[in-house]
């Protein structure tokens, strides 16, 4: 049945209109409500599902990767590859930077699912962080690098 509402759900999003219609053809067709009178309160919990149902879709967060003279920033998500974790780490490594992310999980295809990171600067300074599939399908988790700032470095879960 969630799979009938997130499909009814997806359609109104597409098409922009006709928010209630499709909730009382839902409802009717269903039977979770046999009359044809619908109130607002008939409608609060397929509307509180819909929004649920909404917003835990991942986001669209394609890899962060800055490098400048003054500024590293990376972000990993559940978009980012394991193709671009080691191009990244080639990348870093000329820096004299390592980046590890032994312990992290891959899906089949090659996506991050859980992020192990560990990163160290050329004088052994450093950090480390893990996150799961949850917190990287809405959030960037990484580091940045900042010399102009204080603190110059900060790992974790990266502001917006």
């Given at each position: 049945m969630l799979v009938a509402l997130k499909s009814q759900v997806l359609r109104i999003t597409k098409s922009g209109g006709q928010f209630l219609r499709v909730f009382y053809d839902f409802l009717c067709?269903?039977?979770?409500?046999?009359?044809?009178?619908?109130?607002l309160i008939d409608l609060g919990l397929p509307i509180l599902i819909c929004m649920i149902l909404i917003s835990c879709d991942?986001?669209?967060l394609p890899t962060i990767f800055l490098d400048t003279?003054?500024?590293i920033v990376l972000g990993f998500s559940h978009q980012t590859t394991r193709g671009e974790i080691t191009t990244i780490q080639d990348t870093l490594a000329k820096k004299g930077m390592m980046i590890d992310v032994t312990g992290s999980e891959f899906f089949e295809n090659g996506h991050l699912r859980v992020l192990n990171l560990k990163v160290v600067f050329?004088?052994?300074a450093g950090g480390k962080t893990r996150a799961d599939l949850m917190t990287i399908q809405h959030n960037y988790?990484?580091?940045e690098f900042d010399r102009t700032k204080?603190?110059?470095f900060v790992i974790g879960q990266l502001k917006k």
């Amino acid at each position: 049945m969630l799979v009938a509402l997130k499909s009814q759900v997806l359609r109104i999003t597409k098409s922009g209109g006709q928010f209630l219609r499709v909730f009382y053809d839902f409802l009717c067709h269903s039977g979770i409500r046999k009359s044809a009178k619908i109130g607002l309160i008939d409608l609060g919990l397929p509307i509180l599902i819909c929004m649920i149902l909404i917003s835990c879709d991942p986001k669209e967060l394609p890899t962060i990767f800055l490098d400048t003279t003054d500024r590293i920033v990376l972000g990993f998500s559940h978009q980012t590859t394991r193709g671009e974790i080691t191009t990244i780490q080639d990348t870093l490594a000329k820096k004299g930077m390592m980046i590890d992310v032994t312990g992290s999980e891959f899906f089949e295809n090659g996506h991050l699912r859980v992020l192990n990171l560990k990163v160290v600067f050329p004088g052994g300074a450093g950090g480390k962080t893990r996150a799961d599939l949850m917190t990287i399908q809405h959030n960037y988790v990484g580091f940045e690098f900042d010399r102009t700032k204080s603190p110059g470095f900060v790992i974790g879960q990266l502001k917006k």
